[in-house]
């Protein structure tokens, strides 16, 4: 072990050596504490990566039912665990046309229903219904939303996709009317769906 030379100062845990080389002494060691977490603080701020924070649109919500059919874009069946075998037609939305009898199949009609059987066929949903919207429609179809275990809403991402069109009946809006209307308007604005080449947001259907 190397001597020290005379009137040099023994460095200690106590001691930090700083940039330029000179020692000092820190106070107590709970200050040498403190500089050391400081330092450790600050370098982690640049190492590590910030954590995605879970998306929040939604509330979680407590599924009762199970998707067994996609009639089209805003038609699904459903069996649900008391009731038993449901139709719904979903709120809030319209879909094109694919199953009208004697008219045409609208402008993207075709993808909307993919994209429902994408993504609901054989899930598990919470059916919502809507007091402001009545019970049924006047084919006997179930009035409501469809949410998924995390609160992901349909009504609100087939607007966002471009596979729906926001619709108000009888100018009554559903209470989810403003959200799937700003998810329409995303989808708009974005060109998404069928806003975009070749139905260009018109898809009405026509008779034969």
């Known amino acids: 072990?190397?001597?020290?030379?005379?009137?040099?100062?023994?460095?200690?845990?106590?001691?930090?050596?700083?940039?330029?080389?000179?020692?000092?002494?820190?106070?107590?060691?709970?200050?040498?504490?403190?500089?050391?977490?400081?330092?450790?603080?600050?370098?982690?701020?640049?190492?590590?990566?910030?954590?995605?924070?879970?998306?929040?649109?939604?509330?979680?919500?407590?599924?009762?039912?199970?998707?067994?059919?996609?009639?089209?874009?805003?038609?699904?069946?459903?069996?649900?665990?008391?009731?038993?075998?449901?139709?719904?037609?979903?709120?809030?939305?319209?879909?094109?046309?694919?199953?009208?009898p004697g008219y045409t199949v609208g402008c993207w009609g075709p993808e909307a229903s993919e994209f429902a059987t994408t993504t609901l066929l054989g899930q598990r949903v919470a059916f919502i219904t809507d007091p402001s919207q009545g019970m049924y429609d006047r084919y006997g179809r179930t009035l409501a939303y469809l949410d998924k275990a995390d609160g992901w809403d349909y009504s609100i991402e087939a607007a966002r996709a471009g596979m729906a069109h926001a619709y108000v009946y009888h100018n009554n809006p559903s209470a989810r009317a403003d959200e799937i209307a700003a998810a329409e308007q995303e989808a708009k604005a974005a060109g998404r769906g069928l806003w975009g080449p070749p139905c260009n947001s018109q898809t009405a259907s026509v008779p034969n």
Request: no cysteine.
């Open 1 to 100: 072990m190397p001597r020290r030379r005379r009137g040099q100062r023994r460095v200690t845990s106590r001691d930090v050596v700083t940039r330029d080389g000179s020692v000092r002494r820190i106070a107590n060691v709970g200050s040498l504490t403190r500089l050391l977490f400081a330092v450790a603080t600050v370098a982690g701020a640049y190492l590590i990566p910030a954590i995605d924070q879970p998306s929040a649109h939604a509330d979680p919500v407590t599924t009762t039912a199970t998707v067994l059919k996609v009639v089209d874009g805003d038609t699904v069946d459903i069996v649900d665990d008391v009731r038993g075998r449901l139709r719904i037609r979903l709120l809030g939305i319209d879909t094109p046309e694919t199953k009208k």
